[in-house]
């Protein structure tokens, strides 16, 4: 990014030294300027996205079960509040949203399912509120996040990476089967 200020600097120095128009030359290193930028941030980014996703969850279940805990709220919002804090459910819900939209996430889907539940009932939610939940709810989310074109690549690529993920598991444990056997 250095060179990119220099280089400016100095093409407007030249400019004004050879009488040029300087316009036209800080114009072009003004755009070199700002993909470099955005190019930064992108690295930045990319970064970021090394850390590990249960993280992002984990701060995210947090941020929100605290800003809950300043509203008025439900039984069932409470319940769900607490369930927010539970390490368990995160581990879930990042499970979920690495596998939920493939038929290895019927697992998982239906852990939370449980958990939901569990956390809803002592607070008298209604039949047709469980039956929502039980029977629409995951699938109202699902259209929700493939409806959006960033979301649902986002998502395809946590589930690419959550079967990448498998398949080095199977390869190790084969690996250590051959070791064994052999």
Same mark, same amino acid.
């Given at each position: 990014? $250095?060179?990119?200020?220099?280089?400016?600097?100095?093409?407007?120095?030249?400019?004004?030294?050879?009488?040029? *128009?300087?316009?036209?030359?800080?114009?072009?290193?003004?755009?070199?300027?700002?993909? +470099?930028? /955005?190019?930064?941030?992108?690295?930045?980014?990319? &970064?970021?996205?090394?850390?590990?996703?249960?993280?992002?969850? /984990? /701060?995210?279940?947090?941020?929100?079960?605290?800003?809950?805990?300043?509203?008025? $709220?439900?039984?069932?919002?409470?319940? &769900?509040?607490?369930?927010?804090? !539970?390490? #368990?459910?995160?581990? !879930?819900?990042?499970?979920?949203?690495?596998?939920?939209?493939?038929?290895?996430? #019927?697992?998982?889907?239906? +852990? &939370?399912?449980?958990?939901?539940?569990?956390?809803?009932?002592?607070?008298?939610? =209604?039949? =047709?509120?469980?039956?929502?939940?039980?029977? !629409?709810?995951?699938?109202?989310?699902?259209?929700?996040?493939?409806? !959006?074109?960033?979301?649902?690549?986002? /998502?395809?690529?946590?589930?690419?990476?959550? &079967?990448?993920?498998?398949? =080095?598991?199977?390869? *190790?444990? $084969?690996?250590?089967?051959?070791?064994?056997?052999?």
């Amino acid at each position: 990014m $250095n060179e990119i200020i220099i280089s400016t600097i100095l093409s407007y120095f030249v400019g004004i030294a050879s009488s040029l *128009r300087t316009d036209a030359i800080l114009t072009s290193q003004k755009e070199k300027l700002a993909a +470099r930028l /955005r190019q930064q941030e992108q690295s930045g980014e990319a &970064l970021d996205a090394l850390r590990p996703l249960a993280d992002d969850v /984990r /701060r995210a279940c947090l941020a929100l079960a605290a800003k809950q805990q300043l509203l008025e $709220n439900s039984p069932a919002e409470v319940g &769900l509040r607490f369930l927010l804090g !539970d390490a #368990d459910f995160q581990g !879930d819900f990042v499970e979920w949203l690495q596998a939920g939209g493939i038929p290895e996430g #019927d697992t998982v889907k239906a +852990r &939370l399912l449980q958990k939901i539940e569990a956390s809803m009932q002592p607070a008298g939610v =209604s039949a =047709s509120q469980l039956a929502f939940l039980r029977d !629409d709810f995951f699938e109202t989310l699902e259209k929700a996040v493939f409806a !959006d074109p960033l979301l649902a690549n986002w /998502r395809h690529k946590l589930s690419l990476q959550y &079967l990448s993920q498998q398949v =080095s598991e199977l390869r *190790r444990l $084969n690996e250590k089967a051959a070791i064994l056997a052999g």
